[in-house]
């Protein structure tokens, strides 16, 4: 018997590769990044601290070097270019001979009229502390639908008048601006010469009386408004694009009606309007970041969905009409009787 020598193939077991554990980041790239993180928290907070704090100081206008003087402090508490009003704070207050050396309260009353829309003349008592009274001033050639580039005027006349009866007599005013409305920024400025309307309507110029302060203040949104409002308007157009990359996945993958792609497209077309509504100053429908983003990104959603619809709708419809002969081959061969 001979015997026959089976050979066998030995399989050499396959090695896998070894996986080691990730890499960590080099420390020059966490270096680079710490140092990235640290230089927008400076820029940002700089940006903050010129703003609100340099950009936020009282303006001192009027007659500044007369040491008998009054002080009108115009304290602004509110911008709402909505109903074109600027709500603030007056207050009226002596200085020199016109104050009582012992009680540095003022010798005689003194009289504020100005061009305010509500208490456009304000009275401050003899011997007693002046306190502040709430007033609004008319916000002026401006449309509150440029929104965030809408800006505005406002005009500020002050005559002050001390004394009582056929004794009163016009004194020097000096006029403290101070804005602490965080959504504005106002820029006043005196005016050497200002408009008079006469008895036909028609306006002349002619120029500042000593006894009167006219000023002119422009007011623009703040600096963090509109880089808010320009962030929102960007973060709307990526949207978009995201909106169209789903849609185009979906069509010309042939996928059908793609739940997740749709639930996508669903949730952005709703999650557009609060995040719209989340810019500050509150403009209303119609402005200009409206026809920049917001009608643009819920147009191309809105389209983006309701094609991606109809395409799954088409696709799958397809796919059932191909798999209907199918079916019906595969009935008609069982059905077949085999003869005898």
């Known amino acids: 018997m001979s015997t026959s020598t089976l050979s066998r193939s030995t399989r050499t077991p396959s090695r896998s590769t070894p996986t080691g554990s ?17 230089t927008l928290t400076v820029l940002s907070i700089s940006l903050y601290w010129l703003e609100h ?28 270019p909505s109903t074109a009003r600027i709500s603030a704070q007056l207050e009226l207050r002596g200085a020199g001979s016109l104050l009582d050396e012992r009680t ?25 502390r002046p306190e502040f009274v709430s007033v ?71 120029t500042t009386p000593q006894s009167l302060f006219a000023a002119t203040a422009t ?33 010309s993958g042939k996928l059908g009606l793609f739940w997740s792609a749709l639930g996508f497209l669903g949730t952005l077309l709703f999650a557009l309007i609060p995040l719209r509504n989340a810019v500050p100053g509150d403009p209303p429908i119609g402005s200009l970041i409206d026809f920049a983003a917001f009608f643009i990104a819920e147009g191309v959603v809105s389209i983006s969905m309701i094609v991606t619809v109809l395409h799954g709708y088409h696709i799958e419809i397809s796919k059932k009409q191909k798999d209907i002969p199918r079916d019906e081959t595969v009935l008609t061969s069982a059905m077949v009787v085999r003869p005898r």
Request: glycine share 4%; charged share 15%.
């Open 136 to 206: 609004q001033f008319a916000l002026r050639d401006g449309v509150i639908t440029d929104y965030p580039l809408d800006s505005y005027t406002a005009n500020f006349h002050f005559h002050v008048l001390v004394g009582n009866g056929t004794n009163q007599r016009a004194v020097p005013t000096r006029v403290v601006f101070n804005n602490i409305d965080a959504f504005f920024k106002m820029a006043p400025k005196q005016e050497n010469s200002i408009a008079v309307h006469q008895d036909d309507g028609a306006a002349k110029t002619i």
């Open 219 to 251: 007011v623009e949104r703040s600096t963090s408004t509109i880089m808010f409002a320009a962030f929102i308007m960007v973060f709307m157009w990526c949207l978009t694009i995201a909106a169209l990359i789903a849609a185009w996945y979906v069509a």
């Open 22 to 38: 990730p890499r960590l980041p080099s420390l020059a790239k966490l270096i680079s990044l710490a140092l990235l993180v640290i």
């Open 104 to 128: 540095h309260d003022l010798k005689e009353d003194a009289t504020l009229i100005s061009n305010a829309v509500t208490n456009p003349t304000v009275v401050s008592k003899a011997n007693q």
């Open 53 to 80: 704090h340099k950009g936020r100081h009282a303006t001192v206008l009027g007659d500044t070097a007369n040491p008998d003087h009054m002080t009108v402090t115009v304290l602004i508490q509110n911008i709402d």
